[in-house]
């Protein structure tokens, strides 16, 4: 099944794309928040996509009070994916993404400069292969 991986952030959003028959997650093109729609769109049409996974922004002390508006943010905008698109989608934590994502650019030689535009792709990459990586421990 293939499966699409989002790491959103309000300025762009980071794209992946995973199969669970082969187990491994793929990053795409960062996408600018305000277009994400419409690309994923396209992305969903073409690669056949049947579900969605978002990174969750936990807060790194695990308190999910309300007060934290980014992830209310988050979660309406998971709303927003299964209304237009009618696929499911889920949340998996994103904690540590991109720091996990700038320390793999890093450690692949990419300079500091150029990992702003892959960088949450990478992390997008990172969020679906754990969800994968848990689904597959489930089944």
């Not at 309000?10 to 305000?34: H, M, Q, W, Y």
Request: hydrophobic share 40%; charged share 30%.
């Amino acid at each position: 099944m293939n499966i699409l991986g989002l790491d959103i952030g309000f300025a762009r959003v980071g794209v992946a794309i995973g199969n669970t028959d082969i187990g491994l997650a793929f990053p795409r093109e960062t996408s600018p928040f305000e277009k994400y729609l419409c690309d994923i769109k396209n992305i969903i049409t073409t690669e056949n996509i049947e579900e969605i996974v978002i990174g969750d922004p936990k807060p790194m002390n695990g308190d999910l009070e309300e007060k934290n508006m980014h992830r209310k943010k988050i979660l309406a905008e998971k709303e927003k994916l299964e209304e237009i698109f009618s696929l499911p989608v889920h949340v998996f934590d994103e904690r540590c993404t991109s720091l996990i994502a700038t320390a793999s650019l890093h450690e692949m030689g990419v300079k500091a400069k150029d990992q702003k535009k892959s960088k949450d792709s990478v992390a997008a990459s990172i969020i679906l292969q754990g969800w994968i990586d848990m689904s597959s421990k489930q089944n």
